[in-house]
């Protein structure tokens, strides 16, 4: 009698075998962080409900330590003021330098080195600015739509540092579409009675 071999149960993915691009999803269940654009790989930090355009646009202490906290069990830690790092696998997730009160947030990583298997943590109007310059006008509005409905974004700010050239042109008009959208959101729950992170 022939005796056959055991066959080896695959064990189900874990922590450790799951790729970072799945993983980072959870962040998606924080009402205060989000996966803004996979492809891009924006991270962005709810920041308020309301804005004038000249509101000071960086990522305050409390942003990027909720930020910290909610990376911290996928193994990451602070590597340094910028910088939060997953030294085994070889991530890290960048954080702008604060620039001039007045700095347009399409400049926001204008110093950053960013490798292809690293990401970004931004402010909303900061995740905006990426996204348009990231991407052609259609899919880029399908995601901005989907920010501003979850993190309201400085609208009138990105207005304001909108230029010439055809990519910022093509925005114009569609951001009028963004304010109404975001109005919608901010005006019933869950963004209604949220509270900035301060």
Known sequence: MKLLKPVAKTAPATEATTPFAERVMVLNADPYLIVADTHLRLISVFDDLRYDRSDLD?????????????????????KSGTVIENRAEDIRIHMPKF???????FDALRDTDQRPQDYVLLTPTQTAARIIEGHDPDPAMDLLEALVARHPVNLLRIFDFLDSSPRHAAFKKPLGYLVHVQRQAIAKEPLKTRRALR
């Open 99 to 105: 620039r001039a009160l007045g700095a347009s947030p």
């Open 58 to 78: 960086m990522l305050c202490a409390p942003m990027r330590d909720r930020a910290l906290r909610r990376l911290k069990p996928m193994g990451f830690s602070q």
